[in-house]
């Protein structure tokens, strides 16, 4: 059995499915090319992450096509429901990068506190002539032990920033249309672990209450943080969006950040991306990443292996 992965694959992926005897191809093969490529080599699985586009044409003319795989969440590249309907198999790996999204959300609440976004900008203009000016300016640093985390979108990614913030002593309140409650469950390095029970509550109440805010909703038609929901939030507080570009309303924004309601804010993702607006990218209140949510290594190799597990398991269970 062959397996075409168009966007690569990590090493962990290709040795799963190695060890049970399939070959991984790991040529990039053009858009264009592609059909003719699947049919060639007698192709059983297609694996993609973003850039490669599976559509109606490829699923009509690939009929030994029996597998599209996408390393990642979103599947917006893929015909899903046509492939279906056409007995193809669609997998993707929902939940392999959710911890590393998680841990971004954090480096952007740590970094926040103590000013490092801005701190990084400045010292290397001014940290040998000015150091001492600079050190006041990024002296009042708070903590996030004992403030309160309010978590918007309550799914695989807002649950694992919870069990990071309870580990570091926050309090975490939470919001979401459609999940009541959650169990946390806070696993330790030793095999102990606890567990805590988050009840969500009503969006208002968490503008309301919480000293930082992060989103993990999906992309949504209108601005779930606008101008209205600002207006509500506690003066200084810390956002961050690490969810996708389009959540928040960055020019209102950019007017809480200047009219001192937000403190600082943490950005992975953009309204236009790849062309941020450079109001947004010039603003020192505003810690910048250019959306690496799941870009951690060991992402990559979850997202190789889970995938490497469903081709087995699909190809497995229909060779019975
Ligand atoms: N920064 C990155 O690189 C990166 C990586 C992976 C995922 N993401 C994004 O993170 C987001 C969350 O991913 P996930 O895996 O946790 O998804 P998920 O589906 O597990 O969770 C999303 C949650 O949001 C809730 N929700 C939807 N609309 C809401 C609203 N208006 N208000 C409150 N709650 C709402 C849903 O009920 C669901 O529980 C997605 O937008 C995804 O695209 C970003």
Redesign the pocket.
């Given at each position: 059995m062959k397996v075409l992965a168009n966007d690569g694959v990590s090493q962990s992926g290709i040795d799963a499915l190695n060890a049970e005897g399939f070959e991984v191809i790991t040529t990039t093969v053009a858009q264009e090319q592609l059909i003719n490529y699947i049919n060639d080599k007698d192709i059983d699985v297609l694996l993609v992450r973003s850039a490669t586009k599976v559509r109606k044409d490829i699923i009509d003319a690939c009929p030994n096509l029996k597998i599209i795989g996408r390393g990642?969440?979103?599947m917006d590249n893929i015909d899903v429901d046509y492939a279906r309907s056409k007995n193809l198999h669609v997998i993707n790996t929902?939940?392999a990068?959710?911890q590393?999204?998680a841990e971004?959300v954090f480096a952007h609440l740590f970094g926040g506190v103590r000013f490092l976004h801005d701190a990084n900008r400045n010292m290397p203009l001014d940290g040998d002539s000015k150091f001492n000016a600079l050190k006041k300016n990024y002296a009042q640093g708070t903590e996030l032990r004992g403030k309160t985390l309010g978590i918007?979108?309550?799914?695989?990614?807002?649950?694992?920033v919870a069990k990071i913030a309870l580990g570091v002593g926050m309090k975490v309140i939470a919001?979401?249309?459609?999940?009541g409650k959650a169990n946390i469950k806070v696993e330790f390095y030793n095999g102990q672990f606890i567990n805590v029970e988050i009840e969500t509550q009503p969006?208002k109440d968490i503008l309301k209450h919480s000293d930082f805010i992060t989103?993990?909703?999906?992309?949504?038609d209108e601005y779930?943080i606008g101008e209205k929901q600002f207006s509500q939030m506690k003066d200084g507080i810390g956002i961050v969006n690490?969810?996708?570009g389009g959540?928040i309303d960055e020019v209102a924004l950019v007017k809480a950040i200047d009219s001192g309601k937000v403190a600082f804010a943490g950005l992975?993702?953009f309204e236009s991306e790849p062309t941020p607006a450079i109001k947004v990218l010039m603003n020192g209140k505003i810690s910048l990443t250019p959306?690496?949510?799941?870009?951690t290594n060991e992402a990559q190799d979850r997202i190789g292996t889970e995938l490497a597990s469903q081709i087995i398991s699909i190809l497995k269970t229909e060779k019975v």
């Open positions: 990642g969440v979103g929902p939940a990068s959710s590393s999204v971004l918007i979108g309550f799914g695989r990614i807002g649950r694992e919001s979401d249309k459609f999940v969006m989103l993990h909703v999906p992309a949504q779930v690490a969810a996708r959540v992975d993702t959306h690496i949510g799941a870009a």
